[in-house]
C-alpha cells in the first residue's frame, strides 16, 4: 500500500517557468489537499480539494492552481514560478466526508523540495 | 486573520528530562490534532482531541485540549533521541472542518 506518493522528491526551477508537481493516493481518499512548510511558519494551506471535479482555495492560493479529474490524482501547477515559491511541498490526503463532525486525520506524502531561483 | 502559534519555537534537552509545547489560537477549536514530523521527514499524524479539558496519553506523551478549546499542549515525560522532531498542532480554519490550519511547530532537540 503506498498511500500518498508526490513526484518528483526535488526540483529547480528559474523564475518564470513553469511545472506539475504530482500526487496521487491509492486509499480511496475523498479529500485531498496541498500545504507548503516553510521555515519558521509551520504549514500552510495552498488548495484543497472535496471531490473528483471539486477545488478550492486555502490561505496562500495566489500562484498555484489545481485540478482533481480522478479520485486519486491531485496536481499542483505552477504557472509562472517565483523565488517566493522556493519551498517544501507536501500533498496530503484524509477520509474526510461532507457530514463529518471533526477534520479527519491527514496522511502525508514525502513531499517535494522547490528551489526557484 | 486567524492564527495558531506555538511555544518555544525550539527547545534542546538532555534525554531524559521532560518537554511541553504549548498550542495558542486565535479562535475557538472544535477539535485539534497534533502531528510530529522527523527532520527530512513528512508529517505523521499523532491524537486528536476533541472535547473541552480532555486529556490522552500515549505512552510517555500526554496531550491535553483546553477548557476554553483555544490551546492545547503536548508534554513528553523523560524524552528519548527517537522524540526529536517537529511537533505541530492543526485546528479547524474558518471553522470549517474541511480544512486544517497549522501551528508555527516546535522544534525538539534531544542531546544523548
Known amino acids: 500500500n503506498a498511500g500518498v506518493t508526490q513526484t518528483p522528491k526535488f526540483q529547480v526551477l528559474k523564475t518564470g517557468q513553469s511545472m506539475t508537481l504530482q500526487c496521487a493516493q491509492d486509499?480511496?481518499?475523498?479529500?485531498m489537499s496541498w500545504y507548503r512548510q516553510d521555515p519558521g511558519m509551520g504549514l500552510r494551506l495552498i488548495h484543497y480539494s472535496v471531490g473528483a471535479g471539486i477545488t478550492d482555495q486555502g490561505e496562500v492560493p495566489n500562484g498555484y492552481n489545481v485540478s482533481r479529474s480522478t479520485t486519486e490524482d491531485f496536481p499542483l501547477r505552477l504557472l509562472s514560478a517565483a523565488p517566493s515559491q522556493t519551498s517544501v511541498y507536501f500533498c496530503a490526503s484524509s477520509t474526510q466526508g461532507p457530514s463529518s463532525s471533526y477534520n479527519s486525520p491527514l496522511h502525508f506524502g514525502n513531499g517535494t523540495r522547490l528551489t526557484v531561483t | 486573520g486567524q492564527q495558531v502559534m506555538q511555544i518555544p519555537q525550539y527547545q534542546h534537552v538532555q534525554e531524559g528530562e521532560d518537554f511541553t509545547t504549548y498550542c495558542n489560537s486565535s479562535?475557538?477549536?472544535?477539535?485539534i490534532q497534533w502531528y510530529k514530523q522527523r527532520p527530512g521527514g513528512h508529517p505523521v499524524f499523532l491524537i486528536q482531541?476533541?472535547?473541552?479539558?480532555e486529556v490522552k496519553k500515549q505512552k510517555r506523551l500526554t496531550f491535553q485540549f483546553g477548557e476554553a478549546k483555544k490551546n492545547s499542549s503536548l508534554h513528553i515525560t523523560a524524552t528519548q533521541t527517537t522524540d526529536v522532531g517537529t511537533y505541530f498542532c492543526a485546528g479547524p480554519y474558518g471553522g470549517a472542518t474541511n480544512k486544517l490550519i497549522f501551528g508555527t511547530g516546535t522544534l525538539l532537540a534531544v542531546q544523548p
Open positions: 486509499m480511496n481518499h475523498e479529500y
Open positions: 479562535t475557538t477549536l472544535s477539535n
Open positions: 482531541l476533541v472535547k473541552s479539558g
